[in-house]
């Protein structure tokens, strides 16, 4: 197989994709992680190190981008030594592989289609309405209950959620660029439904809103003349609509909610990441003994950026901040929707992240991907220079 993969370039950027395109849609269809993770093994990871070497990194360590990428995983080796723990090592290997690979071997081009955006926003749309109704038919939720759990790998709604806002930002520019309105207009009520009404995620409407406020302001620099007239109606829309809903149980559920203890939980685990140390963090297999309110045990920090600090210090967070900033700075500069997908992923996971080194699991497709296109956009500009 490798053979005629490595005869022809444009072959082995096929197959990546191919790959990757497989690997994305197991998060939707397998029931269980060793799929995901077999398939990330076999048909990306080990292959991709082969081309890695072969192609001596495809230019990726010529690139600031890619050179900060190589200095954050790096780092991860400290809190590896310290924990003496050899499968995290692997877990470094994992990220490094799946990053490099995508950004220095996928088809950046099929990637960038519209095609592709469209067809990622649909199939996550359909199946978030297409098991919301057999929940509702079957009687496992009642209408208007909170679907709480999907099937598959990407059972969590609350990510589930965050990747349905994420691929509409990346389909987004598609739509409005062929002048699609109407299935543009279709994709947004849909998804507003889908986290509000279907999977009632409260971090997936502060996207939303954020998503939403950087198109508004968008369009009212680009085209004030027609935007504010619009802009007017869907606020009125949006007023409708609300009064509508508010008397609604499963919207008045949103709020009974409350925080989910979202502020104690990040005092008590910044409190313990700082009784760690700041620059190491309390270590990989960290597990806190303190309890929310008194009652509730505490899995994992809800936050993507203190979850870095907390577990790997902050150098490691420092570095990610970093590598965050050259790269919405990156796509901003080459026009990549795929900067908007990360910024909006990174919104959310403000209040819903956990830790980014580790086996395949759903921030690979919320974090790892977008960085790594974004990195990938760089070096195919580099190329055709």
Not at 60 to 86: C, M, R, S, T, Y
Request: with cysteine.
């Amino acid at each position: 197989m490798f053979e005629g993969i490595d005869r022809d370039n444009s072959r082995s950027r096929r197959y990546f994709t191919a790959a990757l395109i497989a690997f994305l849609a197991s998060f939707v269809l397998m029931d269980s992680s060793k799929w995901t993770n077999n398939i990330f093994y076999a048909f990306i990871a080990l292959p991709g190190l082969v081309f890695l070497i072969k192609e001596r990194g495809v230019g990726l360590l010529h690139d600031k981008l890619g050179l900060a990428w190589l200095v954050f995983l790096l780092w991860f080796l400290v809190p590896a030594v310290i924990a003496g723990e050899g499968q995290f090592y692997k877990h470094i290997a994992y990220v490094t592989l799946f990053v490099f690979t995508v950004a220095g071997l996928t088809n950046q081009r099929f990637l960038r289609s519209e095609m592709f955006a469209r067809v990622l926003f649909w199939a996550i749309c359909l199946y978030v309405f297409g098991y919301a109704a057999y929940a509702y038919l079957t009687g496992v939720h009642v209408l208007g209950e909170r679907v709480d759990l999907m099937p598959a790998r990407m059972q969590n709604v609350i990510y589930t959620s965050i990747w349905l806002l994420c691929a509409l930002a990346l389909a987004m520019p598609g739509w409005l660029h062929r002048r699609r309105w109407f299935e543009a207009f279709c994709a947004v009520v849909l998804s507003v439904v889908a986290v509000t009404f279907v999977m009632q995620t409260r971090t997936a409407m502060v996207g939303a809103v954020f998503l939403f406020a950087v198109w508004a302001c968008w369009a009212l620099w680009r085209f004030p003349r027609v935007a504010g007239p619009w802009l007017a109606v869907f606020a009125v829309l949006g007023v409708v609509v609300l009064w509508l809903v508010k008397d609604a149980a499963w919207f008045h559920s949103l709020f009974e909610r409350g925080d989910s203890y979202r502020s104690e939980l990040f005092h008590v685990m910044v409190g313990e990441w700082e009784n760690c140390g700041w620059m190491v963090g309390c270590g990989i297999e960290f597990h806190t003994d303190k309890l929310l309110s008194g009652t509730m045990p505490i899995q994992h920090p809800h936050n993507i950026f203190v979850a870095l600090g907390l577990y790997t210090g902050g150098v490691s967070l420092v570095l990610f901040l970093v590598i965050v900033a050259m790269t919405l700075v990156q796509a901003v500069r080459l026009r990549d929707p795929w900067g908007m997908y990360l910024a909006c992923a990174l919104v959310m996971l403000n209040f819903d992240g956990s830790k980014l080194i580790g086996n395949p699991d759903e921030l690979w497709p919320l974090v790892l991907l977008p960085a790594a296109m974004v990195l990938g956009r760089g070096l195919q500009q580099r190329r055709l220079r």
